[in-house]
């Protein structure tokens, strides 16, 4: 039996209002004792004025069971942004036995009460975390059963394919035919393609909702810092012309054509035994920053010498600077911005390619790519088999392994270790 919760949906601290929200099976019972309407007895889903006892004049809103959020029955208070207030009510709420939601708790009960789907689950957490206007689009997309509309053909066609085969492996007198093999072979091609479709969306998918990260590397007083800045419209990093200025990684937020990224600023990277112990510090989690990076910022200021590096994983662009004190060097001059929208053309080039749509579906966790990927290889076992001419077993085994991961991929079968992890992720009072 679930108990009731509640808890704080807006921001801490002052606002103009703040909205508590409360679920669970004696939500209406508590709603009862604790609010008074002012007009008349309260309808469901009407936003309502009254007192909430006397600690304030306040709006509520209540939902009967499976026509709210979590599928049970509850209430939200639009209560005046002040936190005395907000405590108040909350404390009142504990005494009447409701405990305190944990994050994500109302979002797992509209996935337990079959509200949502675990796709649409981890879209409210994309949605509420997106940075950019692109970013907020695809987690609507997939918030609003994008992923789930788009997988819905796949998995029939996959237990259609499962009952042909099922059907002779169960009923081996009666006479169903031989398998249609070329019929069921291009089944699976097309349940292939379209989950190869949704794979090849997952590095946009993740970048738009993490924000892919962009590191900027050179040897000290190549003008990194002034770059970040540059970019960024504020200054946010220190710059100096003694070199070795920035020792700590400086992370900074920034959007790019509808894309999250974060920027990057690190130590200027040199070996020099005499180096004071702080720039080494400073220059080792420089490095450490390369291995995180999905692009990295190679700057170099032209006649100087150059940084020899091992090799990097990451994509490289090459930007040499103080273009305006080199004029023939074709540079980005980060003083008059000179060379600043070509580099922008070319990050946004290798991060998003050619091809980006962002009005696809995407997937944009790595747990989804997960079971994308292992339905995928299973598919392309199975087609193998059925080509190599397989017993049916081995067919209908690659078969059901492909639909377990869509049902894992859509929460269809429960697993309660990858839904702590998933909803530990969320907000209180989502
Ligand atoms: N004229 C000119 N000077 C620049 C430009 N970019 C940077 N500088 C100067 O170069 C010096 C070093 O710049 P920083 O941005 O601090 O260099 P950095 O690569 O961050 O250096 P470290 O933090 O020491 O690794 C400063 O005096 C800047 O004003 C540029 O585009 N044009
Ligand atoms: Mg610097």
Redesign the pocket.
Same mark, same amino acid.
């Given at each position: 039996m679930r108990d009731t919760i509640c808890a704080l949906a807006t921001p801490p601290g002052q606002s103009a209002l703040a909205v508590i929200r409360v679920s669970g099976p004696e939500a209406l019972s508590i709603k009862s004792q604790i609010f008074i309407p002012k007009l008349g007895p309260q309808k469901h889903f009407v936003a309502t004025r009254g007192d909430v006892l006397d600690l304030d004049d306040a709006l509520c809103t209540s939902f009967p069971e499976n026509k709210s959020f979590t599928g049970e029955p509850s209430f939200e208070l639009s209560l005046h942004g002040s936190p005395v207030i907000i405590k108040r009510v909350l404390e009142s709420l504990q005494a009447f036995g409701v405990r305190g939601a944990k994050p994500g708790e109302f979002s797992l009960r509209a996935f337990l009460s079959g509200k949502i789907d675990l796709c649409e689950a981890e879209a409210i957490c994309d949605l509420i975390h997106a940075r950019s206007e692109q970013a907020a689009q695809a987690a609507l997309r997939n918030l609003k059963g994008g992923l789930s509309d788009y997988l819905e053909p796949t998995r029939i066609a996959l237990i259609d394919a499962l009952c042909e085969i099922e059907a002779r492996l169960d009923f081996p007198d009666e006479d169903l035919g031989t398998l249609p093999c070329q019929a069921l072979a291009d089944k699976i091609q097309g349940c292939l393609d379209k989950l190869q479709k949704l794979l090849r969306s997952a590095q946009l998918g993740k970048r738009l909702i993490e924000g892919a990260r962009v590191v $900027?590397l050179?040897?000290?007083?190549?003008?990194?810092?002034? $770059?970040?800045?540059?970019l960024l419209g504020e200054e946010k +990093? $220190?710059?100096?012309?003694?070199?070795?200025?920035?020792?700590d990684v400086i992370e900074a937020n920034w959007v790019l054509n509808g894309m999250p990224l974060v920027l990057v600023? *690190? +130590?200027? *990277?040199r070996d020099d035994v005499s180096l004071d112990p702080v720039e080494r510090l400073g220059i080792e989690k420089a490095k450490r920053e390369l291995d995180k990076a999905d692009l990295i910022l190679w700057?170099e200021?032209p006649g100087q010498e150059k940084l020899e590096m091992p090799r990097l994983v990451a994509p490289v662009i090459k930007v040499a600077?103080?273009?305006? $004190?080199y004029p023939d060097s074709q540079?980005?001059?980060?003083?008059?911005g000179q060379g600043l929208p070509k580099l922008k053309q070319q990050i946004t080039q290798i991060l998003l390619g050619d091809q980006f749509d962002f009005g696809e579906v995407m997937l944009t966790k790595i747990r989804q790519k997960e079971e994308v990927s292992k339905a995928h290889e299973c598919l392309l076992e199975a087609k193998e088999a059925l080509l190599r001419g397989e017993p049916d077993e081995v067919l209908a085994f690659e078969l059901r392994s492909a639909g377990n991961a869509l049902d894992r991929l859509l929460g269809k079968s429960l697993n309660e270790e990858v839904l702590d992890l998933i909803f530990s992720r969320f907000c209180i009072g989502k």
């Open positions: $900027l050179g040897l000290p007083n190549a003008g990194k810092s002034t $770059l970040l800045n540059a +990093a $220190l710059v100096h012309d003694t070199p070795g200025t920035t020792r600023d *690190i +130590a200027g *990277i700057l200021e600077t103080k273009g305006d $004190l540079g980005l001059s980060a003083k008059t």
